[in-house]
C-alpha cells in the first residue's frame, strides 16, 4: 500500500464534533431571602361549615403562619397553627336565630383529636339544622376587630344512586389506585358547584390504622386532605364512572364503611377552592400568572372562608370485606 | 459690470426685473485690495440680527467693502449670528450658506451669485451581485443633504453646483468616499462592497452610516441594528439573539432578563409588532422564551421604531421589528455553519442560474442535553443537591428558506417560508405538578416587487402565518393528565406604493387585509374523558395608510401620515352581554359570515426634524396607535399558553397617544461619536391586565376574568454611541415610569407592571485586539423587577396555602450582570473561515432574582413541611463556546 503525503484539509464532518472542554459549568437557582423584609402582623384565618345535616357546626379560629418557617432540615418541628381560643364565635340565620360557639376543650383522647386544640375549634350548642336559601351569617370578634361573613345554603345535590371502585393509574406514582367511582344524575336546570369527598368509616376506633378518619360528622371536610371541586358544566346530564382520585382504599380495613358526599357549595366557595387548587399549580416562579391571595367572603382583612353547603352522601361497604 | 452680467438666462431676468447694479461706480475709484487681504479682513460687526442686505450695508459702510449682486436674489428674512467679531471670509460663508448664495472674490470686489442647483443621480448596486440596493445612502457631508435610494437602487440629489464629497453607505456594505465634482448636472453609479462576509471582519463601520441616517431621519426612536453588531453582543450561552439585542436599547425593559419577551416604553409585552419578511410572529421565543426563534444566519437588517411608528405599520401600540431576511444573490455555493452548546445551525446560500438564489437555513436546538450532559444540578434551600436534569427538557428544531427571482429589471420575486418546533417539559416542584408544551409555527411569504415607472414603486405581499399549542398537564393532587390545544392562523395581502414626486418629496401609501383565525381550543378531561371546546372565532383587521415625506430647504423635514384602521368580528359566533357584576345577561347568535363586532380606528402620525447644524438636529413626534387582538399571558416567560384573542363588545381594542422630543448630536474629530437623547410620554386607553385569581384558562367568558384601565407612562432615553475606530459600542441610560391603574384591581390603586423599573443604565461595548481577535463586553445595571411576594401561609383543608403583598407590590434588588465574549477568527484563507467565540455570561455568577416563591420541603402538609421563601434566578455564570465556519 502506498501512503501520499497529502495535506490534510478541514473537513466539514471533522468540525462539528466541538463540544469539549467544558468542566465547570456550574449553575444554581435558587437563594434564600432575608426574611425580615416580611415581618407583618399575622392575619386572623377563619374557616367555618354549615351544612344542611345534624349539627353541630365547626369553626376554626386561628392566625396565620409566616412565609418563611423553616425547621424540617434541621429536624425541629416546623410551626404549624397558631390556635386562637379567645375569640368570640356567633353564628346567626335570616330567620332569627343566634348561637355563641364554644370552643373546644382538649379531650382526653389527645391522639385522636390532637388537631383540635391545633387549630382553636369552636361548635354550636344551640342552633337549628340548616336548610337551603337560608342565609347564614358568621362574626368572630378578636382583640376589638370583628370578622364577618355570611352566604346562602344552596339547593342540595343529587342523590347518589351508585359507588363502585375502579382503578386508577397515577401518572405521578406509577402505582394503580383504588377509588370510588360516583353514579348520579346531573339537574340541567340548575347551576351547581360540587365537592366530593370520601373516607373510610370505621365503627370501631381504630388507632392502629392512621387512614381512618373517624372526626365527627361536619368537622372531617373542614380537615379533610382530599377532595375534588367541580363546575357541573364539565358534566353530563347522566353522570357514570366519574372518579374521585384521593386516597387508595386498599389500606384501609376491608370491615371499614366507605362513606361518599357530594355538597353543593356557592360559586364564591367554588372561585375559592379553585383559587387554591391554581395555587398548587402556580408556584409564584417565572412560568406562573401574578399570583394573588385567594378570594375570601370574611370581612376585615381576615382570611380563610365560610362554606355553606348541602349534603347528600351514601354509605358503601368496603369492596375488598 | 462685466462681472454680473453673464450671457445666461439670468440675464433676462434682471433685465425684466429691473435689476440694481449697486456699487458699480465706487469700483472705478477705490483702490484695488488685494484678494487675500480682503478674504481675511477683520470685521466687527455692529449687530446680530439682520437680513443679508442689512449686512452688506453695514459692511460696506464701515469696512468699504464691495459687493455685486442683483437684490433678487437676496433672501428678505432676517438671519441670527452667534458672534460679531468674524473674519470677512467666515462670515459671508456662513450667510451664504443660509441665503443659499455663492461667493466669489474678484479684483477686490465680492460678487454674490444664486446658486446654481445641479442634479446628482444615479444608482447604487452590491458589488458582488449587480443587485440593486434598495434604502441605500448617499450623503453630502459639506452640505448636509442626502438622499435615499429606491428599489431600484435609483437616487437623485439637488445641489448647489460645486465640489464636494459624497458618501455612499448601506448596511451590511463598505461605505464609498467619492469627491464630487458637481458643476453640471452629473450622473455618478456606484457599487458597494459587501461588508466582507458575515464571519469575516468585524464590521462597525456600518455603524457610521446609521449615525448620518440617524442625523438626517425625520423618524424620531428608530434604530437601525446591522447583523454584525447583534452577533457580536454577548448572549446567554452564544446564542446570537435579535431580540435580546434589542433589549440593549434605550426605552425597552424585560422583567425576566435572559428572555426574549420585551416591553417598550411600559407597553405591555403584546404591543410589540414583530415582522420577518412582513410576516407576524406572534410566538418569537424557543424554550419559554429563552432563545429567539429567529435564526441569525438569515437576517439582513432589523429595524426598530419605538416612538413615531410609521403609517405603513399597524395593529400594534408600542413599537415595530422589521427583520428583513437575506437577499443578495451569492455568486456560488457558499455553506455557513455553527456548533454551539445550545444549538448547531447550518445554512446554504447559492445562486439558481442567473436570476435566481435561494438560501436554507436551519437549526437544531438542545438546550436540555447541555444541562444533562454536564450533569447539572441545583441547590436547594435545605443545601442538598437536586438533580435539576430530570425536571427539565427541551428541544427546538427552526428552518428557513427563501427563493429570489429577479424576472426582469422592474419585476422581483421572493419567496419566504419558515417552520419552528418546539418541546419544552416543566416541572414545578420536582414532582408535583408537571407541564408538557408543545408547539410549532409555519409563515410563508410572496413578495412581488414591481416598478412602474422612475418615481412609482409597488411592492405586493402575501404572508400566511400558523400556530399550533399543545400543553399536557398533570397534579399530584388530581393524579391526572389533563390535555389542551389550540392555535391561531392569520393570512394577509399588503400592497404598498412608493411615490417620489421630486427629491424632497415622497409618498408612501397602501392598503393592507388581514384574516385572523382563533382555532377552536381543546380541552380534554382526564377524570371524565370529557372533551369540551372553546369555539374558533374569526377576525378580519384593515387598514388603509398613506404617509408624506416633505423637505423643506435644508433644515427641516416633515412626515405626516394618516392610517385609517378597521377590525371586524365575524361568524359563526356568540356575542355576550353582561350585566353590572360580570354575570351573563343575555347572548346573540351569529350565523357564518355575519359581522359580530365592527370597530374603527384613526391614526394620525407626525414628524418633524430639524436640522440645528451639520451635526445636531431636534426631532419631534406625535403617533396614535389602535390594537385590536390581545394577548393574555399567564407567566413572565413567553409560553405557547399565552393566548391570542380579538377585540369584542367586552373588549374594547386598545390605543396609545405618544409624544416624543429628541436630539441627536454628533461629536469628535470623526464625528465618530453620536448622543440621542428623547423624551416622552405616552398614554394607553383601556389597557387590560387580570383582575384577581382570574380564571383564563380555557374560560368561556374569558372577557369577565379581564380589567380595563390606563397607562402613563413617561420617560428619558440617552444614548453615548462610539462608531468607528477599534473600540465601538454604545452606553444607553433610560429612565422611565409606568403606571397603571385598573378599576377593579389592588383596590382601585394605581400600581406598577412588573417589567417597570426606575433605572437602566447599559454598557455595550466591543475591542478588536489585532486582525483576529475581537473582545466584546456588555454590561447591565438596572432597578429590580417588581413581584408579588408571598406574605405568609394558612391552613385550609390541612393543606398550607400563600398569601400575598398588593399587586407587584415589591421590588427586587436591583439586576446586574457583566457578559463577555471572545471572538477568534481563522486566518484569512480562501475557502475555509471559521471563528471561534469564548464566552460568559454573568461573569462574576451575580445571582440576581427573577422571582420569590416559597418552596415546601413537603408540599401542602402542615404538620412535617418547612417552608422558605427563596428568590430563584435564572442562572448563574454559564461559559459557553461556539464555533462558526463558512465555505
Not at chain 1, 223 to 228: E, K, P
Not at chain 2, 124 to 129: E, L, P, T, V
Not at chain 2, 240 to 249: C, F, G, I, N, P
Not at chain 2, 404 to 410: G, P, Q
Request: with cysteine; hydrophobic share 35%.
Amino acid at each position: 500500500m502506498e501512503f501520499s503525503r497529502f495535506t490534510m484539509r478541514p473537513r466539514a464532518n471533522t468540525l462539528w464534533i466541538l463540544l469539549v472542554g467544558l468542566t465547570c459549568l456550574h449553575s444554581s437557582c435558587v437563594e434564600q431571602i432575608d426574611s425580615s423584609l416580611l415581618t407583618r402582623p399575622r392575619k386572623v384565618v377563619i374557616d367555618g361549615l354549615v351544612t344542611d345535616q345534624q349539627g353541630p357546626y365547626y369553626v376554626k379560629v386561628s392566625y396565620s403562619l409566616d412565609a418563611n418557617n423553616p425547621g424540617y432540615p434541621n429536624h425541629s418541628t416546623p410551626e404549624i397553627s397558631k390556635p386562637i381560643n379567645d375569640a368570640v364565635v356567633i353564628l346567626a340565620d335570616n330567620i332569627g336565630h343566634v348561637d355563641t360557639l364554644e370552643l373546644w376543650q382538649s379531650p382526653s383522647d389527645t391522639t385522636r383529636f390532637q388537631e383540635w386544640s391545633d387549630w382553636g375549634v369552636y361548635y354550636t350548642r344551640h342552633f337549628p339544622q340548616a336548610r337551603s336559601g337560608i342565609t347564614y351569617y358568621l362574626t368572630v370578634q378578636h382583640q376589638g376587630k370583628s370578622y364577618e361573613a355570611s352566604a346562602t345554603m344552596p339547593l342540595p345535590p343529587p342523590v347518589i344512586d351508585q359507588v363502585t371502585f375502579k382503578d386508577f393509574q397515577s401518572n405521578y406514582y406509577n402505582s394503580i389506585y383504588k377509588v370510588p367511582s360516583v353514579f348520579f344524575k346531573e339537574p340541567r336546570h340548575q347551576q351547581n358547584y360540587y365537592r366530593f369527598f370520601y373516607r373510610g368509616q370505621n365503627p370501631t376506633p381504630d388507632n392502629g390504622s392512621s387512614y381512618i378518619f373517624n372526626d365527627p360528622e361536619n368537622f372531617w371536610p373542614l380537615v379533610y386532605q382530599f377532595y375534588l371541586v367541580f363546575d357541573d358544566q364539565l358534566l353530563k346530564p347522566q353522570v357514570n364512572d366519574l372518579l374521585i382520585p384521593g386516597q387508595d382504599i386498599k389500606f384501609w380495613p376491608p370491615r371499614a364503611d366507605i362513606n361518599v358526599q357530594i355538597h353543593t357549595i356557592t360559586k364564591e366557595a367554588f372561585d375559592y377552592f379553585r383559587v387554591l387548587d391554581e395555587q398548587v399549580k402556580n408556584n409564584g416562579q417565572i412560568f406562573s400568572p401574578v399570583p394573588t391571595s385567594p378570594p375570601t367572603n370574611i370581612s376585615n382583612g381576615g382570611l380563610g372562608f365560610f362554606i355553606v353547603a348541602s349534603v347528600s352522601q351514601k354509605d358503601v361497604p368496603h369492596p375488598f370485606r | 459690470m462685466k462681472y454680473i452680467l453673464k450671457p445666461d438666462r439670468e440675464y433676462s431676468l434682471y433685465k425684466k426685473f429691473g435689476f440694481l447694479l449697486l456699487w458699480a461706480l465706487l469700483m472705478a475709484s477705490l483702490p484695488a485690495q488685494s484678494q487675500q487681504q480682503l478674504r481675511y479682513k477683520k470685521i466687527q460687526l455692529q449687530r446680530t440680527n439682520g437680513t443679508i442686505q442689512d449686512f452688506l450695508k453695514d459692511l460696506h459702510q464701515h469696512y468699504q467693502i464691495n459687493f455685486s449682486y442683483d437684490e433678487h436674489i437676496l433672501p428678505q428674512k432676517t438671519f441670527k449670528l452667534y458672534k460679531k467679531s468674524w473674519k470677512l471670509q467666515d462670515l459671508l460663508q456662513k450667510l451664504g450658506q443660509q441665503a443659499q448664495l455663492k461667493v466669489k472674490y474678484v479684483n477686490g470686489q465680492v460678487i454674490l451669485k444664486k446658486w446654481k442647483k445641479v442634479k446628482v443621480s444615479g444608482t447604487i448596486k452590491g458589488q458582488n451581485d449587480n443587485e440593486y440596493l434598495l434604502g441605500a445612502t448617499v450623503y453630502v457631508p459639506e452640505l448636509n443633504i442626502g438622499s435615499v435610494s429606491d428599489a431600484r437602487g435609483r437616487y437623485q440629489l439637488l445641489i448647489p453646483s460645486g465640489n464636494y464629497t459624497s458618501v455612499f453607505s448601506y448596511i451590511g456594505h463598505q461605505s464609498i468616499y467619492q469627491p464630487l465634482k458637481a458643476q453640471e448636472n452629473i450622473s455618478l453609479d456606484v457599487k458597494l462592497r459587501p461588508q466582507a462576509d458575515v464571519l469575516g471582519e468585524v464590521v462597525i463601520r456600518s455603524f457610521r452610516d446609521a449615525s448620518i441616517a440617524q442625523l438626517t431621519s425625520d423618524q424620531t426612536d428608530k434604530h437601525i441594528l446591522p447583523i454584525e453588531n447583534i452577533k457580536q453582543i454577548p448572549t446567554l450561552a452564544g446564542e446570537a439573539d435579535v431580540l435580546k439585542s434589542l433589549q440593549r436599547m434605550p426605552g425597552t425593559q424585560n422583567a425576566a432578563v435572559g428572555t426574549t419577551n420585551f416591553s417598550v416604553r411600559g407597553g405591555s409585552y403584546d404591543q410589540n409588532l414583530i415582522l420577518l419578511d412582513g410576516i407576524p410572529l406572534y410566538n418569537t421565543g424557543h424554550t419559554a422564551g429563552f432563545f429567539s426563534v429567529i435564526n441569525p444566519d438569515i437576517i439582513q437588517s432589523v429595524h426598530f421604531y419605538k416612538g413615531a411608528l410609521p403609517a405603513k405599520y399597524g395593529g400594534r401600540l408600542s413599537s415595530v421589528v422589521s427583520i428583513e431576511s437575506h437577499d443578495q444573490a451569492p455568486k456560488k455555493l457558499q455553506i455557513r455553519g455553527g456548533v454551539g452548546l445550545i444549538s448547531s445551525r447550518l445554512a446554504v446560500e447559492a445562486p439558481l442560474g442567473k436570476k435566481a438564489s435561494f438560501i436554507i437555513a436551519g437549526r437544531q436546538g438542545y438546550p436540555s442535553e447541555v444541562v444533562h450532559l454536564l450533569d447539572l444540578h441545583r441547590t436547594t434551600i435545605t443545601g442538598s443537591s437536586q438533580d435539576f436534569s430530570g425536571d427539565y427538557f427541551a428541544q427546538f428544531q427552526d428552518l428557513y428558506a427563501k427563493f429570489n427571482f429577479r424576472l426582469n429589471t422592474s419585476n422581483q420575486l421572493s419567496i419566504t417560508t419558515f417552520r419552528v418546533q418546539d418541546e419544552f417539559l416543566n416541572r414545578i416542584g420536582g414532582w408535583l405538578h408537571n407541564n408538557k408544551y408543545r408547539w410549532n409555527n409555519l409563515g410563508g411569504a410572496i413578495t412581488w416587487n414591481h416598478q412602474y415607472n422612475k418615481q412609482l414603486n409597488s411592492q405586493l405581499r402575501l404572508i400566511y402565518s400558523d400556530i399550533n399549542y399543545q400543553d399536557e398537564y398533570n397534579t399530584a393532587f388530581n393524579l391526572t393528565t389533563d390535555q389542551w390545544t389550540s392555535g391561531f392562523q392569520q393570512v394577509g395581502l399588503t400592497l404598498d406604493f412608493d411615490y417620489e414626486t421630486s427629491p424632497t418629496s415622497k409618498f408612501n401609501f397602501g392598503i393592507s387585509g388581514h384574516r385572523h383565525y382563533f382555532k377552536s381550543a381543546e380541552f380534554k378531561e382526564d377524570i371524565t374523558s370529557h372533551t369540551s371546546n372553546l369555539p374558533a372565532k374569526q377576525a378580519l383587521e384593515v387598514g388603509l395608510y398613506m404617509d408624506h415625506q416633505l423637505s423643506l430647504g435644508n433644515k427641516w423635514s416633515f412626515r405626516y401620515g394618516l392610517r385609517l384602521s378597521g377590525f371586524y368580528n365575524f361568524g359563526e359566533g356568540v356575542r355576550y352581554v353582561y350585566g353590572p357584576n360580570q354575570q351573563l345577561a343575555h347572548t346573540t347568535q351569529f350565523g357564518s359570515g355575519q359581522v359580530i363586532d365592527r370597530f374603527y380606528g384613526i391614526e394620525p402620525k407626525l414628524s418633524v426634524r430639524y436640522l440645528l447644524n451639520q451635526h445636531s438636529s431636534l426631532r419631534f413626534s406625535y403617533n396614535r396607535s389602535y390594537q385590536y387582538l390581545h394577548q393574555l399571558s399567564n407567566s413572565l416567560v413567553s409560553l405557547p399558553s399565552d393566548v391570542w384573542i380579538p377585540a369584542n363588545n367586552n373588549i374594547k381594542p386598545r390605543f396609545a397617544d405618544q409624544l416624543t422630543l429628541g436630539h441627536f448630536y454628533r461629536f469628535g474629530q470623526k464625528k465618530q461619536f453620536s448622543l440621542s437623547s428623547e423624551i416622552y410620554y405616552k398614554q394607553t386607553h383601556r389597557t387590560i391586565d387580570y383582575q384577581d385569581n382570574a380564571q383564563l384558562f380555557f374560560n368561556r367568558n374569558v372577557e369577565t376574568q379581564l380589567r380595563f384601565g390606563q397607562d402613563k407612562s413617561h420617560g428619558l432615553e440617552l444614548m453615548l454611541a462610539k462608531n468607528t475606530g477599534k473600540l465601538t459600542g454604545w452606553i444607553g441610560y433610560t429612565w422611565s415610569k409606568t403606571e397603571r391603574q385598573i378599576p377593579g384591581i389592588n383596590n382601585d390603586q394605581v400600581f406598577m407592571p412588573s417589567f417597570d423599573r426606575r433605572h437602566n443604565l447599559s454598557l455595550t461595548m466591543s475591542y478588536a485586539l489585532g486582525k483576529r481577535w475581537v473582545i466584546s463586553s456588555n454590561y447591565s445595571y438596572m432597578s429590580g423587577t417588581r413581584v408579588t411576594l408571598p406574605q405568609g401561609q394558612f391552613v385550609v383543608n390541612n393543606r398550607t396555602y400563600n398569601f400575598y403583598t398588593d399587586r407587584n407590590g415589591y421590588q427586587l434588588p436591583n439586576f446586574h450582570q457583566w457578559d463577555l465574549s471572545l471572538t477568534l477568527k481563522s486566518k484569512k484563507r480562501k475557502k475555509w473561515q471559521g471563528e471561534w467565540i469564548f464566552g460568559v455570561t454573568n461573569v462574576y455568577n451575580q445571582k440576581n432574582p427573577t422571582a420569590v416563591s416559597l418552596t415546601k420541603s413537603v408540599p401542602f402538609h402542615p404538620k412535617i413541611s418547612s417552608h422558605s421563601l427563596v428568590k430563584s434566578y435564572l442562572f448563574g455564570w454559564v461559559p459557553s463556546i461556539t464555533y462558526n465556519f463558512k465555505f
